[in-house]
């Protein structure tokens, strides 16, 4: 069985530029796969000053892109929301309180909400900051895909009342993240943003490290970061690095760094996209701790976990290049086998199915689509 061809509206934060922002190849990974499953997709981006000079995609092949200016100029594509199966809200979107009830106000079909930042989206709800999503929505939308499982689900349907809090993981675009020949040119890397709730454990799993082993050749690379910041002089500085060299810059790394923001190690179950991105590159990886880590990873051998500079200077200085190699191998295979957007993508399609069911079956006015026999 499979879904007959989907017409997906997707308002999300960008998919244009990937500059200071995760989103926007966690969309490009998915929608490619999802267009690819045979539906059409229809990406719709506010147009903001500071992601212009920036854009990496601004022609998708896989999906139609259109920015708009302000909520107003949404009419435009009315009846495309109104004739949609499915309209996808996404976390971080301007205006997006309004945004969401608008399309709620509009759409025919399916309306989900794809939190990217949940933790962050409910710390910022606890704290009464509705920046994008108010707490009264999450009832409203038809489906709540959230970028963390395991508790946080069960959270966003009891005291939410989510009718379908679903765990849509990021992905990676296997065929864009793969090994590639580059001389390696540092023992540890980074590959991130600039957060400053990130900062005091990449100053202790990186710069610390850096500080006490001169001859330790490391990078940071990614925009934002403050100029008054000091980096030992063995810490390269990349200011960006675009998805498509994001092979080649981890191909360089005998290792990489995964560094995970205060909220989501509190959530537990959020691993970042970089995560997947660099174990499809076949990197090892040290990461930081946090709950459910151990469902996408089997530490000590896909991946290495440090809580503290002497780990990160004990896995640099005994792991031997046939050992790094072969977590790296691991590492990618498990990927491979579960965390690809293909993967993601069939996830997705068969959230919306259960959705549209399930909206039909509370009879809500909500035109829903139909499972047909696969030819």
Partial sequence: MTARPMKLVVLGLSLSSSW??????????????????????????????????????AEPDFCRLALYRGLADLEDWRREIENADAVIVGSYVPDGVDVGRWVKDTAHGVVAFYDIDTPVTLAKLKAGDEEYLAADQIADYDLYLSFTGGPTLDLLETRYGSPAARALYCSVDAEAYRPVGA??????????????????????????????????????????????????????????????????????SRFTLNVTRQDMIAAGFSPSVRLFEA????????????????????????????????????ALSETGEQERDAIGQRGRARILAGHTAPHRAAELEAHLLEAGAGARARSLPTRTFD???AV
Avoid: M
């Fill in 183 to 252: 001389t390696r040119k540092w023992d540890l890397s980074y590959l991130g943003t600039y957060s400053d709730d990130r900062q005091p454990t990449l100053d202790r799993l990186l710069v610390e490290p850096a500080r006490r082993a001169p001859a330790l050749r490391a990078c940071v690379a990614g925009p934002q970061y403050p100029a008054e910041l000091e980096w030992p002089p063995n810490v390269e500085r990349i200011d960006h690095v675009g998805p498509k060299d994001h092979p080649r810059f981890y191909a360089a």
């Fill in 279 to 314: 174990a499809a590159c076949g990197t090892p990886i040290v990461s930081d701790r946090w709950s459910g880590l151990d469902t996408i990873f089997e530490p000590g051998r896909e991946i290495i976990l440090a809580d503290s500079p002497e780990d990160v200077l004990t």
């Fill in 20 to 57: 200071g922002n995760g989103h926007a190849t966690t969309y490009r990974a998915l929608l490619k796969a999802f267009a690819a499953r045979g539906h059409d997709v229809l990406f719709l981006e506010r147009d903001v000053p500071w992601y212009a000079p920036h854009r990496d995609l």
């Fill in 371 to 373: 499972q047909v026999e």
